[in-house]
């Protein structure tokens, strides 16, 4: 059976015995940070199982796309190395919700692989679970289950949990027996690593609700959730011990090395890139660019491994990308969204290999060339890290060559050099005084700006040049701490807030407000007076550009949501300044955004505006948030507790910024420009409020103008321009025509200033009021009206000189029109070149024009 053919006939199985077949999921799990991808078939279920949701079946089948890649579950060092280890794989499901549980799991599992498949019995094996008797009772009493075939094993291989606490229970596991010629013993010996007997399939029963002291009580609904490769299944069904062996496999794997010229299919590398491009693939379908960080650095990591991978078989050029269309012929029937995205797929791609194919090969140089000179076995860790600041060498694609050549890489020293950079970085992001120096202060501030904007406080500290002092006078730079602010301090994007500290007389203005851990740095000048430490002031913000920042907060929030809802849901945030003159948002996509596109996400921005939700500010678990839908920037930490601004239902995100009330209150929303700054990195900026009421009155001034001068209403300006465009037009195309006559009449007089130089008609002429397009058509006319002959013409136009050399054909052997036009040109302060038949140039000192002129004749002769 093909691995279509499977993929069918498991849904098909399932469907018959009243199993809803629920679509895979995308491989980025839908606002679950604990996740880096989606790595198993429950994912998508995740809530169901845990009672948070619930849904209109409670039997489910799907066929799961899933990658394991990163974090917890990382499966990229071995792809290649070994028959069954893969980035992207296929996993077949079934799911009871409270429905069945063991006895059917078992009885539809073992007659799908007996009856539907014509497995032989004696083939597979089962093991459970070594204090599940129940399961063991089915198996052996029911399913009638050789007592030869059939194993207990310990918790570490037979009992599931989702987390150290939650849903959890026993399992059973199906494994094939790939036959006495494989080595390798069943499950449960001390011989089971090897790859005679293969897992197929686990089922998962769970059970119980573990407590955080370990106690396991009984769930009032006990649930099923199953697992089984594809990818596993078809090379059993194919009769081929190594996945790669299988159909799908085969056709990527001859496709790659048609690509790069490699002759022997079961090369290591092109297994590699067979399995790396259906990771790349469908993580870029479902929203991931590559970049360098979290999931888009994961991207990168594998994309760059291919391209490796590629030029070790000795190809330079970009070929990865030239894959997509292969594996949509493949996959594209089972998975719709690949067959649609793969234009844009096979351009991110193409991009990124065109990007990393400019210093791979220098990279590898500098690898090659550590290793040659090495004494020992261990790739020393600042040399991995040269290799990964200086070429974007991921540290396992260096592991990987190392690994090719019976070599390890010190990935302590590798971290080591990392932070040594991270903490540089730090220090050379300075952000005034307040991050130029470290307060050594022991103590926090309370931060209450989020209702007021004018508090009662004590001055803790102050500090000058990072000195503590006990006061500061009139006219010091100084950066004060408070016991408690309603200033906020610079973070997420949002500009720190300015105000003032006052008692009495004494007054001290706030520049702007830095955060250093728990402490929240005022960072200004003492404008009168005198500051002290213990003094009771009153803080107070600059309230008209907290409120300009909040709308321009907020308006960054329903901008993501418009970007998404436009571009698509691989839209994410890279990036936002906001302050109380603009917004700036930065994000993924991998092209220009259309003017049609900006103003649907303009439009859809005001919609919501108008909508004027109250917006909501909510602390609450990191679980409850991810419920309610909140948008969470994988990468970040995230405490227990988090706050949660919600505008409607359109956007719901996870932030500590400060914001407006109500939608509303953003006023007008106006993108001012969009561009990009890095590879699949765009970045809008854009104005709210009073600002965006400024740029419509600029605008209608503009047009007022341009009305008033066109002597026409605002209403028909478009009318009116295009008809003046339509007669300027006409006025250009009559001076030209009347230019022509006038260049045909001035090119009869200067017909006769001709100088005869044997059969050579040597002429050297300036025309009146001509242009370049003028000189030439003369000098068509001229070379045929005069030939054989070599002429020079040439115009002024202020202090711009035009100059057009041509020479007959039958004599660019001799004379050649380029070197004539630059010996003209040098003369009057240019220079130009062309064909040896016709040349042109410029010059800006039209003074020494007649004297160049004069000179042609000179040049004639002295070839």
Known sequence: MTSSELRKAFLDFYVKRHHTAVHSSPVVPANDPTLLFTNAGMVQFKETFLGQETREYSRATSVQRCIRAGGKHNDLENVGYTARHHTFFEMLGNFSFGDYFKKEAIQYAWEFLTQELNLPEEKLWVTVFDEDDETADIWLNEMNVSPERFSRCGAKDNFWSMGDTGPCGPCTEIFFDHGQNVAGGPPGTPDEDGDRYIEIW??????????????????????????????????????????????????????????????????????VISDHIRSCAFTIVDGVMPSNEGRGYVLRRIIRRAIRHGYKLGQ????????????????????????????????????????????????????????????????????????????????????DVAREKNLTVDEAGFTFAMEAQRERARSASNFGAATAVRIQFEGETQFIGYASDEAEAKVLGLFVDGKSVQSVTEGSEAIVLLGRTPFYAESGGQAGDSGSLTEGMNSFHVNDTQKQGKLFLHVGVVSAGTMTVDQVITAKINSADRRACERNHSATHLLHAALRSVLGTHVGQKGSQVTADRLRFDFSHFEPISDEQLRQVERLVNQNVMGNAAVGMNEMDIESARSKGAMALFGEKYGDVVRVIDMGDFSVELCGGTHVNSAGDIGPFRIVSENGIASGVRRIEAITGDAAWDAIYAEEDSLAFVAETIKADKNQVETKITQVMGDYKALEKELKQLQSKLAASQGDDIANQVVKFGDINVLAAKMEGADSTVLR????????????????????????????????????????????????????????????????????NPSQLAEALASVQSWVESK
Do not use: C
């Not at 070929?319 to 649609?340: I, W």
């Open 777 to 844: 058509d003369t000098m068509d006319s001229l070379k045929d009206k005069l030939d054989p002959a070599i002429i020079v013409l040439s115009a002024v136009d202020g202090d711009k000189v035009s100059i057009v050399a041509g020479v007959s054909k039958s004599l660019t052997k001799q004379y050649k029109a380029g070197e004539l036009v630059n010996y003209v040109a040098l003369q009057v302060g240019g220079k130009g070149g062309g064909r040896p038949d016709l040349a042109q140039a410029g010059g800006n």
């Open 316 to 399: 330079t050029q970009p070929f990865f990308y030239a894959l997509v269309k292969t594996l949509v012929e493949q996959m594209g029937d089972a998975y719709p969204e690949l067959k649609a995205e793969q234009s844009n797929v096979e351009r991110v791609l193409k991009q990124e290999e065109e990007r990393f194919a400019e210093t791979l090969e220098n990279g590898m140089k500098l690898l090659e060339d550590q290793i040659a000179q090495m004494d020992g076995t261990v790739i020393a860790g600042d040399v991995a890290f040269k290799l990964y600041d200086t070429y974007g060498f991921p540290f396992d694609l260096t592991a």
């Open 202 to 271: 686990n089922l998962v029963f769970m059970q119980f609700d573990r407590s955080a002291d370990g106690t396991l009580t009984p769930l009032p609904k006990p649930s099923v959730d199953t697992g089984m490769g594809l990818e596993r299944l078809a090379a059993v069904m194919q009769g081929v011990h190594n996945n790669y062996d299988i159909d799908l496999f085969q056709a990527l794997v001859k496709r790659a090395a048609k690509l790069t010229g490699e002759r022997d299919l079961s090369n290591n590398s092109l297994r």
